[in-house]
């Protein structure tokens, strides 16, 4: 079975801060995502990699960078962290041979930002 | 950008009812995915339907696509009260990218 694991299941960090949110998947998957997911909004796309060193925007990269420097791992990086960010911020993974595939999430990492 | 919606938001039946959830979307796809998520888990994966299939079926799973209303359903008969959770349906428009409805709480009482 594919394990998608984050960090830290809660965060609690000051505005103002860098934060760091850690995934790392053991399926040898190209793919790996970072969304954010809030009451009401289901879950929006951040940011997208598709190889080590690749990134693409999602449709909310305001405020956020990321870093995939192993194929295995895949940072989300707060820049200065404010308070809209509070959220439940989920990773996930899939292979990468083209369309139809299905995505594995981890259990994610519920973020308050004070 | 594009979004399924999910119909309807909140859904309480009793266990061994079927409980039929729809989503609705607005351009051309190349699949559609349904993915469970139980409270404060992530999401579970449970069936994909390519836009050239009609119906797909996964144990107590049934799921249909009608890609001329841009709809989609899915079927969960006999339920359990193990299946209460949120539902979603994504939408695969290029690479793997996925973008996701808001949901369907859905609770099963026993």
């Known amino acids: 079975d594919v394990k998608v694991t984050q960090s830290s299941r809660y965060l609690v960090k000051r505005t103002g801060e860098k934060v760091f949110l850690e995934c790392v998947q053991d399926?040898?998957?190209?793919?790996m995502f970072w969304y954010r997911q809030d009451p009401g909004l289901g879950l929006r796309l951040i940011y997208f990699?598709?190889?080590?060193?690749?990134?693409e925007k999602g449709d909310i990269p305001e405020g956020y960078s990321v870093s995939r420097e192993k194929k295995e791992r895949f940072s989300l990086i707060l820049e200065s962290a404010s308070t809209n960010q509070t959220s439940m911020y989920l990773c996930a993974s899939s292979f990468g041979g083209g369309a139809n595939q299905p995505q594995h999430f981890g259990d994610g990492t519920r973020l308050s930002i004070l | 950008s594009q979004q399924g919606e999910e119909d309807p938001q909140a859904l309480s039946i009793q266990e061994g009812e079927n409980a039929t959830m729809n989503c609705s979307y607005k351009?051309?796809?190349?699949?559609l995915q349904w993915y469970r998520q139980n409270s404060g888990r992530g999401l579970v994966h449970l069936i994909l339907?390519?836009?050239?299939?009609r119906e797909k079926h996964s144990g107590r799973l049934r799921v249909t696509l009608d890609t001329s209303k841009k709809s989609s359903s899915l079927l969960i008969t006999a339920s359990r009260a193990a299946d209460t959770a949120s539902y979603f349906c994504a939408t695969e428009h290029r690479g793997n990218m996925l973008t996701f409805g808001g949901g369907t709480r859905l609770m099963v009482k026993p």
């Open positions: 339907i390519r836009s050239n299939e």
């Open positions: 351009t051309s796809i190349n699949n």
């Open positions: 399926m040898d998957h190209e793919n």
């Open positions: 990699s598709y190889d080590v060193k690749m990134k």
